[in-house]
């Protein structure tokens, strides 16, 4: 030992700092191990509580569909047609449509191109070349399937603008829509119709009115066929809709071809955002056409002919029904697996990533105005070429006959040959 060193010579009051400096760490050691436990969080059994994990999304659904958009030839009610509704009470009743009811009423919207005036008894019941018709034929329509009348067409006129707001009054009163007519200037003249989530457009167009004229102050009344206006139409409607019909009364009557100039129409129009263009007018059956435009199948039927008349001759009395089909894919992206569950939940619950509709197949069923007479009375009915021919050779038609079949035969012939001679076009 160091000579003068002793632990019995410490001061005492360096004894008593060191001591009270060994007190001092202790605790201030034991206060930062206290405090950093307790900021840990505890759970029921003192282990830390693991962090939650959000829920899975759900996969996204796809949901496929068919729509059928069936569209009839023109009905021209001329005095035979009137007379053959007439009942004995002087009330009238048709039944005209009682064979191809099935074909009018299978697809999701039907519409025809009524071609007279129904502007009441008052002036007379009367056919070509001013038509004007019985009420009744509407109900007609309305229970045997048809859901739009087109009312652009070149006998809307045929009783004055009284008669056509009068027309259009009788056909929304059956429960029936009206194409391409304006009750005031601010109307549009669109019609969208909601299937099953799909919105479908219809937009109608008459090339004239037979030379009568609207009262100025009312020129908006009917859509006329005019080019830019109805390109117009389309870019306005199309952001609206997912599917376009364009319904044209145009051509040259009783002429079996589309001219140049409705060709090259009807190609800017599909261009510019319509997918099918159905055309009425020229009483027969002309050609149809396919398109493909930016990659998407699109279709013109320029004349589907007449559905009922009192026409003469086999071509004036032949039509087609079209059944326009389709493919419709939806893809849902679900916010919960319980709206995957439920389709009302679904309904309000998914968000819509994509919605594409897209021509899938064209119908084109032959038909024939029928003209008999029973009981000494004239009578007319729509038949279905194809399967009359067949009824026939089975002996289950009750009014036709095999002498007949020749004549059917042909109609369907001709038809089928008439509407396979345009080719494909592409862009």
Known sequence: MKKGYSPQHIPLTSLLVFLLLLFLSLSLAGCQSQSFTSLAPIGQTGNPVPALEPDPVPESITQKDTITLTALGDILMHNTLTWAGGQPDGSYAFDFFGEVRDLMEEGDYCTTNLETALA????????????????????????????????????????????????????????????????????????????????????????????????????????????????????????????????????????????????????EFLEAGADAIVGSHPHVIQPVEYFTINGKKKFVAYSIGNFIGDQRGQERNSGVILQLKFGVEKVLQPSTAESVASPEAMKTNASLISHTVELDEVKLISTFSHSYTKEGRQHFRVIPVEETVEKIKANKEEILTSVDLPLLENVLKTTRDRLSQLTASET
């Open 120 to 267: 009441g008894p008052e002036t007379g019941y009367t056919g070509y070349p001013l038509f004007n018709s019985p009420d009744p034929i509407v109900d007609h329509l309305k229970e045997y399937g048809v859901d739009g009348v087109v009312a652009t067409n070149n006998h809307l006129l045929d009783r004055g603008y009284l008669g056509a707001l009068r027309t259009v009054k009788v056909i929304e009163e059956a429960g029936l829509d009206t194409l391409g007519i304006k009750k005031s200037a601010e109307e549009s003249g669109f019609l969208i119709k909601d299937i099953r989530g799909t919105q479908v457009g219809y937009l109608s167009y008459t090339y004239g009115t037979n030379g009568l004229s609207l009262p100025a102050e009312h020129s908006y009344f009917i859509n006329m066929l005019e080019k830019e206006r109805i390109l117009q139409d389309i870019d306005a409607l199309r952001p609206q809709v997912e599917l376009l019909i364009l319904v044209l009364h145009w051509g040259v009557e009783y002429s079996t071809e589309p001219t140049a100039e409705q060709r090259s129409l009807a190609r």
